[in-house]
């Protein structure tokens, strides 16, 4: 025979938990598991409402939950140019600071099979949350329509999806460009940009096209390029034959290094004959010949906001507040006025 006050009462769990502190169970796992990433706020509001409701632990969840790897991914289109490189070297060494290893995977193309996969992939691996390093809009669009299960942050700004971006001024950073052309004096200005469907190129170009209006200047057709410095060269040798620019703005430091090239072996004097500046400070740009102008991008600082905005995502707290990163103008040898050339 049972009375009422005979009955045992139900155990709490940790879900009863997560409700009274007003956090996610998951949270509450990490609590208990003494996860680096959890705020001392959150921390002590998880353990005050443990001891309110007497919580005690399955023994056996917890080494289960403890067992398994605390992983972020990294999905990158961009192989092996810098300022992607110098981002994921920055997202790793944040990530480990705050107890998460990094899982990083390559796309062959930007396909929807391919990135299909990679997602795929990523969920096979349990990974807490995605940085995207794709400046491309298809792969967002993509993205946005695979139905990702986990946090998505992404370092540039981006057209389509879901993924919460952390980006530089890319415009900005354009505009600076140009306008330090037209202080100089020049107003015959080229452009050459990046490829078609690549966020930072439109970005860039719309810079472009936001100073020459604003100078009250008309624009040149742009030339399309691939951000190589191969290409570069290659618009260098057939740029050479022109005389209606004065000065160009490449998209990105290795077009502009190429272009230098191929106008030296044409015979074109840089900046004697026509001026040049890049896009990115590359580590090289302050060691060619002449040394090159170029607008500067904190790669490694937009890593680290990426990762703690996909933890914040992670842990469900508010997202940190974060100003559009402003690039730096920097001015280096290949650029001159148009009056001082000899």
Avoid at 38 to 49: C, E
Avoid at 115 to 136: C, S
Avoid at 278 to 297: C, K, M, N, Q, Y
Avoid at 318 to 332: A, G, N, Q, W
Wanted: charged share 20%.
């Amino acid at each position: 025979m049972s009375g009422d006050g005979e009955a045992r009462a139900k155990p709490a769990s940790i879900r009863d938990v997560a409700r009274l502190a007003a956090v996610s169970y998951q949270t509450v796992s990490r609590v208990l598991n003494d996860h680096p990433s959890i705020r001392d706020d959150t921390r002590q509001r998880v353990l005050s409402a443990i001891q309110t409701l007497d919580y005690r632990p399955n023994q056996a969840a917890r080494a289960l939950a403890s067992s398994r790897p605390n992983v972020l991914g990294i999905l990158s289109a961009t192989i092996g140019e810098y300022g992607t490189t110098s981002a994921i070297v920055a997202i790793e060494r944040v990530a480990r600071e705050r107890g998460f290893s990094i899982s990083t995977l390559n796309l062959p193309d930007a396909s929807p099979e391919a990135i299909g996969e990679a997602v795929r992939q990523f969920d096979h691996e349990q990974v807490a949350g995605i940085i995207v390093l794709a400046p491309q809009v298809r792969v967002f669009n993509v993205i946005g329509g695979l139905g990702v299960r986990v946090p998505v942050a992404s370092l540039h700004t981006g057209a389509g999806g879901t993924a919460e971006s952390i980006a530089s001024d890319q415009r900005l950073g354009a505009s600076m460009a140009v306008q330090h052309l037209v202080a100089l004096g020049h107003q015959d200005i080229l452009h050459i940009a990046g490829p078609q469907d690549w966020i930072e190129a439109e970005s860039r170009m719309h810079g472009y096209l936001d100073a020459m209006f604003e100078a009250d200047l008309s624009t040149l057709p742009p030339i399309r390029g691939d951000w190589t410095a191969d290409f570069g060269y290659f618009a260098g040798r057939e740029l050479s034959e022109r005389r209606d620019f004065t000065a160009i703005f490449a998209a990105n430091d290795l077009m502009a290094i190429g272009l230098m090239h191929g106008f030296r072996d044409a015979g074109v004097r840089v900046p004697d004959d026509v001026c040049v500046i890049g896009f990115d400070d590359i580590p090289v740009a302050a060691h060619t010949w002449p040394t090159l102008s170029t607008v500067r991008v904190d790669f490694a600082e937009l890593g680290r906001r990426a990762v703690m905005h996909l933890l914040a995502s992670i842990e469900q707290q508010p997202d940190p507040e974060f100003e559009l990163l402003s690039p730096e103008l920097i001015v280096r040898e290949s650029t001159t006025s148009p009056a001082m050339r000899r």
